[in-house]
């Protein structure tokens, strides 16, 4: 249970109290109305004892009585009879009081933490407490119990009565008769002997205060001192309110619930129904279906659940309610006008008048009323005992005397109830009640207790049921308020007397006065289970706000445990609103409602959620509180709902209603709609034009649309090459405020700043809609709401609308009128089926420049279902719903910081502008088509295409260039091509007849004139600007990358105004193709030195020669269309080497391959003439040798461009791979020394070739019976001798795992190549084959030998030649090894660059036979490097020399 104002003792001692009975004379009632008041109102404020009083009991024990209240009423005789159950006067004074006591605003609640439920709850509930505080005072006097039974009567009399003590004679005689005469059975007198108190009144602005002093005077001797007194007040007139004296009013509190109670009292008519005398009371907030307090024999169960929603419910609904209440409110506006003691009360009391009230209370009540009390207690004690024929007192009775009474002796007339016996008044039972309650209000409740429990086994022995019940549930009360607590309480006590009311005795309204106590009781003992389970017992039908007030409190008992039952308080609660609403109570129906959806809200209790938002908003609704109506029917619509279509609709009806209902005629004022659902996030801002698809042959550039999806790695991509190309635009400096341009902005994107839009372009929003209900929607009229500010943008930093100190145009109050500044598309019919996400793109084209702000969408919202609108004209439907108007706001947040520990700490957004744009001036805009643009190629193959250009704009653009991912996929063309008229070949050709041992043909070409070094190209268009609305189409050469697979290949076009702009510089243009690349032809190159003599290798222009070998196979996929492959003509590019000359076997020219076939060419290299020019300017020899009819110009576009494109993408990867080697080798330490790297430049240069070759072939295919050419060219780079080299780019393969190390290895000295250094020089043996020398003239055979030794290096070489008499190579052929070398057997040189020095040798042999002379060793190494040893030189394959014996008879 809640919080109460009184303490449980406080609350029981006031709902039990001596009840004092006032007849008054029609003077004295005249003295009081002066003051707005009867006698009973005038004392009761002042009924409530300060001081203590004390009694003695039958054992002459004094005993206190601390804070008594008594209860002064006018006596009112009712000749009915007397029922147990609450009147319909009573039932309406209920219903009132709870309904006047509303939660104020502000009061004070309670913040309640459990687990993860934070709850704001009422930490007192006073309308209970009222509802409590009247029900007991609303009781009925029973006959079974005395409590409520007047003790006293007061006689009052003004003094201004011509015979004061007559009129005190005669109401002496009324009051006797109204007790005695039996016509009355109200009031009831709680004894024969009542005590009468006589009062003069006396007014002390009219009556003589001498007469009065004589005439009580006279009283006293009537009646004694203990029995009269002398009330004097009016002190003063009736004084002016603007009076400085203030004089406070406590009779308000009291006099509107007695009045209304009185009232109802001397109303004797009888009511039609409960019901409706209930609902008299309560119209403002009643409905016309609501039931409330029922007799026993109506039943208020409904037709459906008292839980489940309207499914049928519509607008018409809350139309009704709303009608009716109104009407309500008019027709009984006079009831709130009730007789309540209206005006100020107490005008002509003074405060020493209240003193005298309040002195006259205490004077009563300590010599009348409890000295009254004690007596009658005495007596009775004395008559029990006597009754029984004990001399003995009722405390030391023994307990055959408390137990052994007998059944009253009852006349056979006498009546018997249902529910047991009654006793006759003078039954010595009754007077054991009659004492125990005369203990009871004179707080002895420890005697109280033992009559309790004595007359409680009399009445059950008897059984009479009703009085047992009384007699328990009074015991266990007095138990409970015994000092020190003697006994516990007995809650069996109250238990047994609830059923024992409820069950047997039919009695509704004492068990509920019964559960009030106790539930109240085991609350201040921390029993909130058993209260709870107590209060739930006593809910019915018979009565919906007792059910409701009883459930209420159950909710607070199961909140206010140790271990709070959060949903069980919420599920009591919603009971508790339910009954509240059937009772009228609407307000507190809404409470309940709204404190137990605290518990609900958010947990995934999704359809108790809509009951409690349905029930809140309908309530709301009918109390005149739209918007919280709206919040209610709000929240239902934007939860995701379980419900069913059906329901789902009616909640959609009625929330249209409810906005249609608010907003009335002011059209002017949007409400934000909760439907359809916008996912502000995912929308979408595209700037741009729509662009021209393809047309014919014509293939569009695709460009950036909302039709793509956006990618993270990919726009990074884009940004690189714009990057290359802004900074290729800027002299290879890339501008410090450079923003990469963004046509589509989304979540992803980089927002932090304003895009910048075109005037006179559009700009697309893409806003999501889902639709949550199972309801089809349908959005008419749908368009952007937007604020534009005009003005002129500054240059230089980023613009805010700071910045623009303009004038501000809005849509959001009208539509009209605002087409001059921004075009807004509207889309007539926006379908959205059940649960439907679709997306709408909505177009605004701005016309002035300055800062555009989207702000929302606003649209027609309709609850008709779109499938079943019947249609009666064609092209138009019959709505039979509610449409409204209304906006939502497009509020994106922007990303997460997380830079700083703060951001990381809290939950912090940047911001968002993508819907912010800032409108600039004109651009150009540029449109870009491909023609003969291939999908698929073959590795190599050169295609020819074509490439429009369009300007559509009205600026003319200029600085036209172009990057790729894949910078060797295409050429512009950088020398002029005439072409091949021969099968329209893409190459430069002219015919070439064959000639044996023809030598090539060489061309000088100088690099700068076909590569760029940035890797961007510029378009050539003629007079590098494009006029407006101008377009030029240029040829495009395109190459299959060397890779087979599926390749994406992106272009970016960058393109200038001529009218250099604020704020946009450039603009770009996207275009994505995907080229599947399959298998041609596999070409691996090999070079090695000739192993001639130099002399011998040496041609015309005295420059040595290498054997290139080149191994070409058809790796082509045999069920492709391709039959084969030919060899048209081989051709090598570099800057010191060029193919000299053919070598293969003669005539064996044409080469063809079909499938899986291999062909092996041999050429010979020279090394080329040192070119005259600057060094800075790399200049190319081209050299081709057609192995057909035509020679093709491979230095000329497209050969030249390809070649050159290739290499340079190869160069960009190795300064690449350099870089990042060099990165690696700075952080892992300088190294120990330079000489490892010197030594290693001088060995790679000895071996160095750099020959690049181009391998030219054609390929027939057939397609649609028409062959065709293909044309390709596959490129090898040659760069070191005797490794080898390929066109087919190998494969990635994941590096190997390192082994963990935990201790560092010691820096190892420099390792150095030893097959480089073993190059360092060439060695070549000249001797005769044969030699023929008598051995038997001679024994010693001399033979001259020539050792040349060539240096291929590019520095000086020291040279060591030791001459050795047997090879020590385990390769070399040992025919025969006696033989020896004479003279000089070893030589130290020094050889120059590229130096040849030849040696005279003598071999001495001693017998015939065959000899292998390579013997010698040679040693090398560089001259600079004294302190490195010299390294042993590979030698040539074996010298053998065949040495005859000559005949001597021939000789």
Not at 791 to 804: F, I, N, P
Not at 925 to 930: A, D, I, Q, S, T
Request: aromatic content about 8%; overall charge negative.
């Amino acid at each position: 249970m809640a919080q109460c104002v009184l303490s449980v003792h406080e609350f029981i001692q006031d709902s039990f109290v001596p009840m004092i009975a006032v007849l008054s004379s029609g003077e004295a009632e005249r003295v009081t109305r002066k003051n707005n008041l009867n006698f009973a109102e005038l004392l009761k404020p002042f009924c409530r004892l300060t001081s203590e009083g004390h009694i003695r009991d039958p054992n002459n024990q004094l005993q206190t009585v601390k804070n008594l209240r008594i209860c002064v009423n006018n006596v009112v005789t009712s000749p009915s009879t007397s029922s147990a159950a609450l009147g319909t006067s009573q039932n309406r004074l209920l219903s009132e009081v709870v309904f006047s006591c509303q939660p104020q605003e502000g009061v004070q609640s309670t913040v309640m933490r459990t687990g993860d439920y934070n709850l704001n709850l009422s930490v007192t509930t006073p309308w209970f407490e009222a509802y409590r505080e009247n029900f007991f005072q609303s009781m009925p006097a029973s006959d079974h119990e005395f409590l409520n039974h007047y003790l006293a009567c007061m006689l009052v009399v003004s003094s201004t009565e011509a015979v004061p003590v007559e009129q005190f004679l005669k109401l002496s005689q009324e009051q006797h008769r109204i007790q005695h005469s039996g016509e009355y059975t109200d009031p009831k007198w709680f004894i024969p002997n009542t005590l009468k108190y006589y009062v003069l009144l006396h007014d002390m602005n009219e009556g003589d205060e001498q007469r009065a002093d004589m005439v009580y005077e006279d009283m006293k001797q009537r009646y004694g001192s203990h029995g009269c007194y002398l009330l004097k007040i009016n002190s003063r007139a009736s004084s002016p309110p603007e009076e400085d004296e203030q004089i406070p009013d406590p009779w308000s509190q009291y006099l509107h619930k007695q009045n209304l109670r009185n009232q109802d009292l001397s109303d004797l008519t009888p009511p039609v129904n409960v019901a409706s005398a209930q609902n008299s009371v309560v119209t403002p907030e009643t409905d016309c279906c609501d039931s409330t307090e029922k007799g026993p024999g109506v039943s208020s169960c409904l037709d459906t659940h008292p839980l489940q929603l309207d499914a049928d419910s519509s607008t018409g609904s809350l139309l009704t309610l709303s009608q009716v209440d109104s009407d309500a409110k008019t027709s009984t506006g006079d009831i709130d006008s009730l007789p309540a003691g209206g005006g100020h009360h107490g005008a002509c009391l003074t405060l020493n008048d209240h003193d005298h009230i309040r002195q006259f209370i205490q004077e009563f009540t300590f010599r009348g009323l409890l000295p009254h009390i004690e007596k009658n207690i005495r007596q009775l004690n004395d008559q029990l005992v006597s009754r029984k024929g004990l001399s003995r007192s009722l405390f030391s009775a023994t307990k055959k005397w408390f137990g052994g009474g007998k059944v009253p002796e009852k006349g056979i007339s006498e009546p018997k109830s249902t529910y047991g016996i009654q006793y006759p008044p003078e039954a010595p039972e009754l007077q054991i009640r009659k004492m125990a309650d005369l203990c009871f209000l004179v707080q002895h409740y420890e005697l109280a207790y033992s009559c309790y429990h004595t007359a409680k086994k009399d009445f059950l022995s008897d059984q009479a049921m009703l009085y047992a019940a009384g007699a328990l549930e009074m015991a266990a009360v007095s138990a409970f308020l015994q000092g020190g607590a003697p006994r516990p309480y007995p809650g069996h006590y109250m238990e047994t007397a609830i059923q024992t009311y409820r069950d047997v005795c039919k009695s509704m309204v004492l068990a509920e006065r019964c559960a009030l106590l106790s539930a109240e009781i085991l609350k201040s003992q921390g029993k909130y289970s058993e209260a709870a389970t107590l209060l739930i017992k006593m809910t019915s039908e018979d009565s919906d706000l007792r059910s409701a007030l009883l459930l209420e409190q159950a909710a607070h008992c199961f909140i206010n445990m140790r271990n709070p039952m959060v949903r069980k308080f919420a599920f009591h609660m919603i009971l508790a609103g339910h009954r509240f609403s059937k009772a009228g109570q609407r307000r507190h129906a809404l409470r309940c409602y709204t404190q137990a959806m605290q518990v609900y809200k958010d947990r995934g209790w999704s359809l108790a959620e809509d009951h409690i938002n349905f029930t809140i908003g309908r309530q709301s609704f009918t109390l005149g509180q739209p918007e919280n109506a709206l919040l209610a029917f709000r929240q239902i619509l934007i939860n995701d709902s379980r419900q069913t279509a059906t329901q789902q609709a009616a909640f959609l009806r009625e929330y249209l209603y409810v906005v249609k209902s608010v907003l009335g005629e002011n059209e002017g004022c949007l409400p934000q709609l909760p439907l359809p659902f916008i996912h502000s996030s995912a929308t979408r801002v595209y700037f741009g034009h729509e662009r021209r698809l393809a047309e014919g042959e014509k293939q569009a550039a695709t460009d950036v649309s909302l039709d793509q999806e956006y990618d993270q790695d990919l726009s990074v991509l884009w940004c690189q090459l714009e990057e290359q190309l802004v900074a290729s635009a800027n002299q290879g400096i890339l501008p410090n405020n450079f923003q990469p341009s963004q046509s589509c902005l989304n979540s992803q994107t980089d927002n932090l700043h304003h895009p910048l839009a075109v005037v006179e372009e559009p700009i697309i929003i893409e806003v999501t809609f889902r639709n949550p209900l199972k309801v089809s929607l349908l959005l008419s009229n749908l368009s952007l709401l937007w604020r534009f500010t005009t003005g002129t943008l500054s240059v230089g930093k980023e613009s805010t609308s700071d910045q623009l100190l303009g004038e501000m145009i809005t849509n959001e109050n009208t539509l009209a009128g605002k087409d001059e500044m921004v075009t807004t598309q509207i889309i007539k019919e926006f379908y959205l089926g059940s649960e439907e996400t679709k997306t709408a793109r909505l177009k605004l084209l701005p016309h002035r420049t300055g800062q555009l702000n989207i702000v929302g969408v606003i649209y027609n919202l309709t609850s008709s279902n779109f499938g079943e609108a019947s249609s009666n004209t064609e092209g138009q439907q019959t709505l039979d719903s509610i449409i409204i108007r209304g906006r939502q706001d497009l509020q994106i947040q922007g990303p997460r910081l997380n830079l700083t520990k703060e951001d990381k700490m809290l939950v912090r957004h940047g911001t968002d502008r993508r819907l912010e744009p800032i409108i600039t001036s004109p651009m150009p805009l540029m449109e870009v088509f491909f023609l003969q643009f291939p999908t698929a190629l073959l590795c190599g193959e050169i295609r020819k295409a074509y490439v429009e250009f369009c300007n559509v704009s009205a600026v003319a653009l200029c600085g036209l260039r172009v990057a790729s991912t894949h910078p060797d996929f295409f050429t512009f063309g950088s020398q002029p091509n005439p072409g091949s008229t021969e099968n329209c070949s893409a190459y430069a050709t002219f015919p070439t007849p064959l000639q044996p041992d023809s030598m090539s043909s060489e061309m000088l070409v100088s690099a700068p004139d076909f590569s760029q070094p940035s890797g961007v190209m510029e378009i050539p268009i003629l007079g590098s600007t494009l006029q407006p609305g101008e377009s030029i189409q240029l040829p495009l050469w395109l190459r299959g990358p060397d890779r087979e697979g599926v390749h994406e290949i992106n272009f970016l076009f960058y393109y200038e105004s001529t009218e250099k702009g604020p704020k946009i510089s450039h603009r770009v243009l996207r275009h994505t193709v995907f080229i599947c690349a399959s298998r041609s032809l596999s070409v691996q190159a090999s070079a090695c030195r000739s192993s001639a003599s130099p002399h011998h290798s040496v041609d015309d222009k005295g420059i040595g020669g290498t054997l290139v070998f080149i191994d070409v196979e058809n790796v082509n996929a045999s069920e492709s269309d391709v039959h084969e492959f030919h060899i048209v003509q081989v051709s090598s590019s570099s800057q010191h080497w060029c193919l000299h000359k053919y070598i293969n076997p003669y005539n064996n020219y044409d080469c063809r391959l079909s499938s899986r076939e291999r062909a092996k060419l041999c050429f010979k290299a020279m090394r080329c003439k040192p070119h005259e020019g600057s060094d800075a300017v790399k200049e190319y020899t081209f050299s081709d040798l057609n192995l057909g009819n035509q020679r093709i110009i491979s230095s000329s576009t497209p050969c030249g461009d390809f070649f050159f494109r290739c290499l340079q993408s190869s160069e960009f990867q190795q300064v690449n791979l350099t870089t990042r080697t060099s990165f690696s080798s700075k952080s892992q330490g300088p190294p120990p020394t330079d000489t490892g790297s010197d030594i290693t430049s001088i060995a790679k240069k000895c071996n160095e070739i750099d020959l690049n070759i181009i391998v030219i072939w054609k390929a027939y295919v057939v397609e649609d019976n028409k062959q065709l050419i293909l044309e390709g060219q596959l490129h090898v780079a040659l760069q070191t001798i005797g490794k080898e080299a390929s066109s087919l780019i190998p494969k990635e393969e994941a590096p190997e795992m390192m082994l963990l190390r935990f201790k560092s290895d010691l820096p190892s000295s420099v390792i150095l190549p030893y097959l480089e250094l073993s190059q360092l020089i060439r060695t070549n043996l000249c001797y005769p084959e044969t030699f023929t020398h008598p051995f038997v003239k001679d024994s010693l055979c001399l033979v001259p030998v020539t050792l040349t030794l060539s240096n291929c290096s590019l520095a000086q070489i020291d040279v060591i030649v030791e001459l050795r008499h047997k090879s020590t190579s385990s390769e070399s052929l040992e025919v025969h090894s006696s033989f020896a070398w004479v003279g000089q057997t070893q030589y130290k040189l020094q050889l120059g660059r590229r130096e040849v020095v030849s040696l005279t040798l003598q071999a001495c042999f001693f017998r015939a036979g065959v000899y292998n002379l390579n013997t010698p060793r040679v040693f090398a190494k560089p001259a600079e490097q004294s302190t490195m040893c010299e390294a042993s030189q590979q030698t040539a394959c074996p010298a053998l020399i065949i040495i005859n014996n000559a005949c001597p008879l021939l000789s």
